[in-house]
């Protein structure tokens, strides 16, 4: 038996202590957290997309539970990158887990001015490039629908930026291969996926949108089969890693998206649930290991077997 697996995920351009990542929109900017849980227990978090400027986002009401998920359309609401580097980024300083910022644009020159600004401070391990948010643009329309404008903003980021850049896809497309592969050759050193799927609800009685903004993003254990496929699919066809997510509520749920090729993954809509749930997941997957005498969390990557 092992006591004392190596829980550890080399990215090749970033080392996390294990694969557990908070993910954007979720988690704040991480110190909302900390009543709750010890941040260095993370392998890292992604904090809430950034546009250049402040945004207050949809208008309200902008989430709505389902029977296993949760619709958002919170439309971007955010800090600003000035109010992030100024009062934020000063206090996650000490942390000793990776901080990545989730990158948002309405534009390409936007997406470039915000990982510019970022590039002169310190104490960001990553850019996580958000071109997947279903909620900001009509009918759901994002870069990531559309392998050529994936490829050519992923590589003007690229070329400028002082960082490793994750690409985060959307799994409203047919093929999500093709935008991943999109991104693998415009540069990015990895992808995450997926973000949330278009979705929406009605209320029967008023016979009016659940949401103001009419369609959100479904997250939560309902997409997680689906967005498991997309892993399996898109780990198949890349050679940078690909961060898995989607609906993990649990220890099982990450060991799933490992052996689907996943080389970490990102939790979002559980900690919404339960505050202290990523420390657990950590925990649990520890007891996964040493139950079944796996030395390496990376023995698991992509480890699925054939039917
Ligand atoms: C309320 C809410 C806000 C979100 N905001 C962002 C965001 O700012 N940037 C982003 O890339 N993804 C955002 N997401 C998507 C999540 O990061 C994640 O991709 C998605 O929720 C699927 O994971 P989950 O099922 O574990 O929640 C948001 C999700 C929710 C529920």
């Not at 294990?18 to 991480?30: H, K, Q, R, Y």
């Not at 110190?31 to 402040?54: A, C, W």
């Not at 990158?103 to 960001?124: K, M, P, Q, T």
């Amino acid at each position: 038996m092992t006591d004392t697996p190596d829980l550890s995920v080399e990215l090749g351009f970033l080392r996390l202590k294990n694969p557990i990542l908070a993910a954007s929109g979720t988690f704040g900017c991480g110190l909302e957290f900390t009543p709750f849980i010890d941040l260095n227990e993370l392998g890292g978090f992604v904090v809430k997309g950034l546009y250049f400027e402040p945004r207050s986002g949809n208008p309200p009401p902008r989430l709505v539970e389902t029977a296993a998920g949760l619709i958002n359309a919170i439309g971007l609401q955010g800090i600003g990158v000035k109010h992030f580097t100024e009062t934020i980024l000063p206090q996650l300083k000490d942390l000793q887990t990776a901080v990545l910022v989730n990158i948002c644009g309405e534009s390409e020159e936007e997406y470039v001015r915000v990982a510019d600004y970022l590039n002169g401070h310190e104490g960001i391990a990553a850019y996580e490039l958000n071109i997947s948010c279903p909620n900001v643009r009509e009918g759901g329309r994002c870069p990531a629908q559309n392998a050529e404008s994936t490829y050519s903003l992923v590589r003007r980021v690229k070329q400028m930026s002082a960082r490793p850049i994750l690409t985060k896809l959307t799994p409203n497309v047919t093929d999500i291969t093709l935008i991943a592969r999109s991104a693998e050759e415009a540069g990015s050193d990895a992808v995450c996926l997926v973000n949330t799927f278009l979705a929406m609800a009605i209320d029967i009685h008023t016979r009016r949108p659940k949401l103001a903004n009419i369609y959100g993003g479904l997250s939560g254990p309902a997409i997680k089969p689906i967005a498991l496929r997309m892993v399996h699919q898109t780990a198949a066809v890349l050679s940078i890693p690909v961060i898995g997510m989607g609906g993990i509520m649990s220890a099982a749920d990450v060991v799933e998206f490992l052996l689907a090729g996943a080389s970490a993954v990102q939790v979002g809509t559980a900690n919404f649930i339960q505050p202290d749930i990523l420390p657990q997941i950590v925990e649990d997957l520890r007891r996964f290991l040493v139950k079944n005498n796996i030395k390496q969390i990376t023995d698991l990557v992509g480890g699925i077997k054939s039917p």
